[in-house]
């Protein structure tokens, strides 16, 4: 089907300097883990977005000097020519797809810990950085001003030495040249100190002399935080935000524009659970509103739907869509627009998986939505691209309808399996997400800074998705609504058995903090609780409520927030120093503690519970055990560990007889039901099982191409060769250089 | 027990499709063939009637072409006994009548205790075919049955049909006799991969006109009605679409609405 014309808008070109753009979409920097190391991930990752339909594709934030060094996390480098060597894959693989490829040139002062150059990253002012530990920059002289400044002509002409297309001089997230303009971080007394001018000098300077050396082959481009959020003490977009755009806009082909800054950047990278699709806008909006520039403005907010794209184009707040996240989870978001299929769109769930693998500082990327997404390369996975089954004529049954029994049943449909079965207990299919996405929500009042707790409702997305696809697939049939016995599954016809039965949280307390149970909770109790019962309303809950939180994920502090959103006296205790510490990987954490904070929710760090009575917990510290405390309370919640629902898979397993009597062949396990994880994990699971139901031993995943540094002479080749599955991605000619 | 469930492969239309020019119909690369919603009730019925009788036969049929071939085989992975596909060139633009009076020589044929139809078809919604069968065969007939109880050894079935404002009508019905049955009747199963495999050694007959001993004209004698033209319907007037943020458009609407209503 031909594209909707109310969507033409998005596909018109868009000229940047010399450069022309040829839609309107445009995958901003973004961090995957592969940096300057692995370019064969940086490579075919962006080449499947281009592949995909988006107009232009820039690298991570790219480091122009090893005193610029973000080790414990990945960026990307071009600190010398074998750099280039390397991110030059990049732009050959964008090229090959008409797109364009960016690079965000960076240095990080005080925010850069040089943990690997060892060396010292200098500042405008000696003030430790906010978001690393004890961090100091080296105070900038004039001289100091020079060499940087240099820094960034030697990269930029790398830069275009590799291929790239737009250079950045990134400035937002508060890095070096907003250090300058930002008088948070800038309490200089000279001519780059003080008044707006003087602040902006440092950044004018860079952009200039960047110009000057490449401006004639390459756009220029800079990414700016309108706005940090700090009030008057840094940028705030009607003051200094809207004044440097228009100081600098002649030196500028497209402005980047996003708020926050490097400490709270879950404010930019707005996680679903607080921020709504194009959630900036009161802030990014302003610039072109107030006709502030005369350049192309790019800008971002999680915009995952066409018609808010439309929109965004014809009211004048953006020239360009950005994306990061919505690109990772769907590549090909333009390309199904253009064909006329935007049901397709796996949209972004806002989750901030993705980012939580760079927080953590060094694994690949992953998207819940997107299992392919950071496979394209190492394991050939192609998001849309599915060769045929060489055991296509097995029958398949799946076995529970969560995240890994859906994605496995769509992606072996997709692999054109012949009769796939997606068998269901409940009465639709969704598993664990059609009770997880109704958490996240408080009392529904503002946040004492900006949005609210508005929910887990756009993870549904994930169920809708693939709700979508298996109707489309005529090979896959899904049975709602019945609950198979171990008799039912031999008899059921399939040579092929693969169990997601999901799991469960345990109701004695078993827990990872004493690897026992807590003496006195039952939850098959009418006053304690585990958290699907707590969202089912299966039980009532009293006014005092203790949630002990063991996960350190979302689940017991979204069970927190709700009970305490309803008016119920909520206090968690975790055996951790903070309650859900993963909640600061996915950027999550600020919002959620100013809301905890606001409901009155009181938080025991350091605190394991000994005992349960009726009315009264005992608790104690864990450093110090007999400094004891207990808290009277009425109803209890355990979010202490999952246990795998994996009864009917040990059962069929343990007849291997009646398995080869009734015809099954192989017997596989996914998700939940082999080991509790988090949803992206569990649907990756069920995806690399499919992906690989026709290799030699299926239940062992196939080894994947590991871009480390072998020893010795080496080739390509001796990198592709480590892949022994058939590539759904097209491999590239690569030219030695 | 022997109940007869006459079926129907429907034609479900994509989201956007054309109307043929020369001829009144579809474009076929805009159809995909499923099973009448309304069948998979019809059979479930009578699929839990035989088991409770302990034995008998479900016999489904139906009147199409090759299309129609595949519905009946998930009838017979459900559970139905035998199939049997009345197919002739003349039968391509019968009527719900036509459809009926082609049944009716089908049905016979098996003398059966009890006839299940669909209440309607998703793509005729005519409504008629089961009534006009009725008729054609001579047996009592309730329409829009929601409820039914066979009584076992006697002859004679109790059933219950939804009327309007949530009454409910009892009636009890000597067999045999023809019922159309509504949706939500019960929980249709759904077939194992080993009873799709299986059915496909069930006996499946093909028969023509002449093995009913029809022929094209009175199929056309017994036809009610043709279908002259088809198109879409003319864009009507008056539909405002309103634009704008949630806030926006709701202010919108209440606008309009106390617009209408100060009217």
Known sequence: MARDPKYDILFEPIQLGPKTLKNRFYQVPHCIGAGSEKPGFQAYHRGIKAEGGWGALCTEYCSIHPESDDTMRVSARIWDDDDVRNLSVMCDRLHQFDALAGIELWYGGPHAPCMESRHNPRGPSQIPSDF??????????????????????????????????????????????????????????????????????????????????????CAIASRFAVDTLYGPASIEVGEDGVRFVEHVDDLVDIWDLTVGDISEWGQNAGPSRFFEENHEKPYTGQVKEGRHTNKPVVGVGRITNPDTMVRIIQSGQFDIIGGARPSISDPFLPKKIEEGRPEDIRECIGCNQCISRWEIGGPPMICTQNATAGEEYRRGWHPEKFHPAANREKGVLVVGAGPAGMECAMVLGKRDMEAVHLVEADAEIGGCVNWISQLGHSDGNENIFRGTARGLGEWKRIVNYRQIQLDKLKNVDVHTGSRLSTQDVL??????????????????????????????????????????????????????????????????????????????????????????????????APMLHRDLHRLGVEIHPYTMLEKIEPGVCHAYNVWKPDHKEQFEVDSVVLCTQRLSNDELYHELRSDKEALEREGIEALYMIGDAAAPRMIPDSIFDGHRLAREIDSPNPAMPLPFIRERRLWGDVTNQDYESMLQNTPDVEPMVVAAK | MKIVVPVKQVAVLDEEFEVLEDRPGVDPDAIEWDLNEWDNFSVEEALQLREAAGDGEVVVVSVGDDEAEEGLQACLAKGADRGVRVWDEELDAADPLAVAQVLAAAVEQESPDLVLCGVQSSDGVYSATGIALAEHLGLPHVAVVKGLEYDGGGNTATVER?????????????????????????????????????????????????????????????AGSRVRSMSHPDTGEGAEILKGSPSEVAARIAEIVKERMSG
């Not at chain 1, 307390?509 to 707590?534: C, F, K, M, R, Y």
């Not at chain 1, 409520?545 to 205790?573: C, F, W």
């Open chain 2, 162 to 222: 939804e009327l309007e404002g949530g009454l409910v009508e009892v009636l009890r019905i000597g067999l045999p006799a023809l019922l159309t049955i509504q949706t939500g009747i019960n929980e249709p199963r759904y077939a194992t991969l080993r009873a799709i495999k299986q059915a496909k050694e069930k006996p499946l007959e093909v028969k023509g006109l002449g093995d009913l001993g029809l022929d094209g004209g009175a199929v056309e004698a017994a």
């Open chain 1, 491 to 588: 008899e059921y016809g399939a040579e092929i058995v693969i169990i997601a039965t999901g799991a469960h949280f345990a109701t004695n307390g078993l827990n990872p903090a004493t690897h026992d149970v807590i003496e006195g909770a039952d939850a098959s109790l009418d006053w304690q609780l585990t958290p699907d019962q707590v969202v089912k309303g299966e039980k009532s809950v009293g006014n005092r409520v203790l949630v002990l939180e063991n996960e350190g994920y979302h689940m017991g502090v979204s069970i927190a927030q709700k009970l305490a959103g309803e008016g119920h006296d909520v206090r968690i205790i975790t055996q951790r120093g903070d309650v859900a510490t993963y909640m600061e990987y996915t950027l999550e």
């Open chain 1, 132 to 217: 690393e530990v004890n961090t100091h920059p080296r105070y900038m002289d004039k001289d100091d001003i020079q060499l940087v400044q240099q820094m960034y002509v030697d990269a930029a002409v790398r830069a275009r030495e590799a291929g790239f297309d737009i250079i950045y001089v990134y400035g937002a997230h508060s890095y070096l040249p907003l250090q300058f303009l930002s008088p948070y971080y800038n309490k200089r007394t000279d001519e780059y100190g003080g008044s707006f001018e003087n602040r902006a000098r440092f950044w004018k300077e860079c952009l200039e002399k960047v110009r000057e050396a490449v401006g004639d082959d």
